[in-house]
Structure formats: structure tokens, C-alpha cells
């Protein structure tokens, strides 16, 4: 999923602490999202769905650094994460 705009620097600069600050839209702590626990199995539901509707394979070959969710395109200049897909319908 990609966005229409850029972040603005400030987002990117953020020091958000906690465990999911990731997710902006949930945060952590006392304050956290009520949503949060609701959406996590719904988010599971819809992954399970689509791993049983389409098969996924890389679209080219991939470099895994240290961190085992850090995926980049071997020999690529691009820095930033990668995991560019083939996504095809399973025949029913």
C-alpha cells in the first residue's frame, strides 16, 4: 500500500515510544485505542483469506538483512525495505 503524499518530516522525525508506535493509529499505553483488540483479529481473518484465495511469490530475488524484517532487493542501490510480489489467483 502506498501513499498519495509524503510524510511530512515531522511524522518521520516523531519519537513515538511504546511497543506499537508503528501504528499511529492505536499508540500504546493507558491512552491506547479500544479498537486496538478488535482489530487485530479482523487483521488476521482478512491475511487468512487472502493466503487461502492467492498465492504470493517474490517477484524478484530477495536479500534479507540482520534484521529478518528488513527485506530488500538483491542488488538493488534502493535502501529502503522491499518485498515486491506476484500475486495470482488460486484456480477453485
Given at each position: 500500500?502506498?501513499?498519495?503524499?509524503?510524510?511530512?518530516?515531522?511524522?518521520?522525525?516523531?519519537?513515538?515510544?511504546?511497543?506499537?508506535?508503528?501504528?499511529?493509529?492505536?499508540i500504546?499505553?493507558?491512552?491506547?485505542?479500544?479498537?486496538?483488540?478488535?482489530?487485530?483479529?479482523?487483521?488476521?481473518?482478512?491475511?487468512?483469506?487472502?493466503v487461502?484465495?492467492?498465492?504470493?511469490?517474490?517477484?524478484?530475488?530477495?536479500?534479507?538483512?540482520?534484521?529478518?524484517?528488513?527485506?530488500?532487493?538483491?542488488?538493488?542501490?534502493?535502501?529502503?525495505?522491499?518485498?515486491?510480489?506476484?500475486?495470482?489467483?488460486?484456480?477453485?
Amino acid at each position: 500500500m502506498s501513499r498519495d503524499t509524503p510524510l511530512p518530516q515531522s511524522a518521520i522525525d516523531a519519537d513515538i515510544p511504546g511497543f506499537y508506535s508503528h501504528m499511529m493509529t492505536f499508540i500504546g499505553g493507558g491512552r491506547a485505542c479500544i479498537g486496538f483488540k478488535f482489530s487485530e483479529p479482523e487483521m488476521k481473518i482478512v491475511l487468512c483469506m487472502l493466503v487461502q484465495t492467492f498465492k504470493l511469490t517474490p517477484a524478484q530475488e530477495i536479500e534479507w538483512t540482520m534484521q529478518v524484517s528488513s527485506p530488500t532487493v538483491k542488488g538493488s542501490e534502493d535502501a529502503t525495505w522491499q518485498l515486491p510480489l506476484r500475486v495470482e489467483m488460486i484456480s477453485t
